[in-house]
C-alpha cells in the first residue's frame, strides 16, 4: 500500500539557518504530494503541494520538488524565522480515485533565536 | 477565513464508554472526513463521508465507529465501546471537491481512554 516516510525529528535550528526535511514516499500510479503544517494548538494546514513529477510547489518561502525519480519530496527554506517552528508532515494522495491523504510521523521544528 | 472547528478539544473516558466527537465543517463543503493519530505515530485515515454516506474507510474503522451528519452543520465521529487504543487526537476534516485535494483540517480533539 501507499506510504511515506518522513525524516525524524525533532528538529532545532538557529533563526535564518537552512532547512531541509526529508520525505519519501512508496505509491502506484502517480501520487498527488503534500506538505502540512501544525502550529500550535491549530489544525493541520497545508502548506504546499505538487499534483506531478518535476512540479515544484512553493509557499511562504518554503519548496518542494516533485522527484519522481527517486520517489521524494523535500521540504526547503532558505531562511527560517521563529514564527516556523511546528510540526511539519508529508502526505500524498494516490491518483486512482482514493480520497485519504497518506501521512508521513511529523517532523517537530523548532527555531531559536 | 472560515475554519473547521471541533469540540471538545480533550476528552478523558473510561473503558468501555461511548463518545462522541464533534466537528463543524466549513459550510460549503461537502466531503468530509476524520483521521486520528496516535501519540508518537503517523496520521491515519479513518473515513470519508460524502452525500450522507460513507464513502471510504480503512481497516481501523471496525463496527465500533460510526459517523453522522446529524444536522447541516455537524458531523460527529462515535466511539460505541471505548477501548485503550482508542487513545489519540482526532481530527476532522472537509473539502469542497475531494478531486481538488484539499482538504481543510480542524485543530483536533485528544481523547485519553482509561
Same mark, same amino acid.
Given at each position: 500500500? &501507499?506510504?511515506?516516510?518522513?525524516?525524524?525529528?525533532?528538529?532545532? %535550528?538557529?533563526?535564518?539557518?537552512?532547512?531541509?526535511?526529508?520525505?519519501?514516499?512508496?505509491?502506484?500510479?502517480?501520487?498527488? %504530494?503534500?506538505?502540512?503544517?501544525?502550529?500550535?494548538?491549530?489544525?493541520?494546514?497545508? %502548506? %504546499?503541494?505538487?499534483?506531478?513529477? &518535476? &512540479?515544484?510547489?512553493?509557499?511562504?518561502?518554503?519548496?518542494?520538488?516533485?522527484?519522481?525519480?527517486?520517489?521524494?519530496?523535500?521540504?526547503?527554506?532558505? $531562511?527560517?524565522?521563529? $514564527?516556523? $517552528?511546528?510540526?511539519?508532515?508529508?502526505?500524498?494522495?494516490?491518483?486512482?480515485?482514493?480520497?485519504?491523504?497518506?501521512?508521513?510521523?511529523?517532523?517537530?521544528?523548532?527555531?531559536?533565536? | 477565513?472560515?475554519?473547521?472547528?471541533?469540540?471538545?478539544?480533550? =476528552?478523558?473516558?473510561?473503558?468501555?464508554? !461511548? +463518545?462522541?466527537?464533534?466537528? +463543524?465543517?466549513?459550510?460549503?463543503? *461537502? #466531503?468530509?472526513?476524520?483521521?486520528?493519530?496516535?501519540?508518537?505515530?503517523?496520521?491515519?485515515?479513518?473515513?470519508?463521508?460524502?452525500?450522507?454516506?460513507?464513502?471510504?474507510?480503512?481497516?481501523?474503522?471496525?463496527? =465500533?465507529?460510526?459517523? !453522522?451528519?446529524?444536522?447541516?452543520?455537524?458531523?460527529?465521529?462515535?466511539?460505541?465501546?471505548?477501548? *485503550? !487504543?482508542?487513545?489519540?487526537?482526532?481530527?476532522?476534516?472537509?473539502?469542497?471537491?475531494?478531486?481538488? !485535494?484539499?482538504? #481543510?483540517?480542524?485543530?483536533?480533539?485528544? *481523547?485519553?481512554? *482509561?
Amino acid at each position: 500500500g &501507499d506510504s511515506v516516510t518522513q525524516m525524524e525529528g525533532p528538529v532545532t %535550528l538557529s533563526e535564518e539557518a537552512f532547512l531541509t526535511i526529508n520525505c519519501t514516499y512508496t505509491a502506484t500510479g502517480y501520487p498527488s %504530494l503534500f506538505w502540512y503544517v501544525q502550529y500550535p494548538g491549530e489544525g493541520l494546514q497545508l %502548506l %504546499l503541494k505538487a499534483t506531478k513529477a &518535476d &512540479d515544484k510547489g512553493s509557499n511562504k518561502g518554503f519548496e518542494a520538488t516533485y522527484r519522481k525519480e527517486t520517489t521524494s519530496f523535500h521540504l526547503e527554506k532558505g $531562511s527560517v524565522q521563529v $514564527s516556523d $517552528s511546528a510540526v511539519y508532515f508529508c502526505a500524498l494522495k494516490s491518483n486512482f480515485g482514493n480520497e485519504k491523504l497518506t501521512f508521513g510521523t511529523g517532523t517537530r521544528l523548532t527555531i531559536i533565536p | 477565513e472560515p475554519e473547521v472547528t471541533q469540540t471538545p478539544s480533550h =476528552q478523558v473516558t473510561q473503558m468501555g464508554q !461511548e +463518545v462522541i466527537l464533534r466537528c +463543524v465543517p466549513i459550510s460549503n463543503h *461537502l #466531503y468530509f472526513y476524520w483521521y486520528r493519530q496516535i501519540l508518537g505515530q503517523k496520521v491515519e485515515f479513518l473515513v470519508s463521508f460524502y452525500n450522507n454516506e460513507i464513502s471510504e474507510k480503512s481497516e481501523i474503522f471496525d463496527d =465500533q465507529f460510526s459517523v !453522522e451528519r446529524p444536522d447541516g452543520s455537524n458531523f460527529t465521529l462515535k466511539i460505541r465501546s471505548t477501548k *485503550l !487504543e482508542d487513545s489519540a487526537m482526532y481530527f476532522c476534516a472537509s473539502s469542497t471537491d475531494r478531486d481538488q !485535494e484539499t482538504q #481543510y483540517f480542524g485543530p483536533g480533539t485528544r *481523547l485519553l481512554v *482509561l
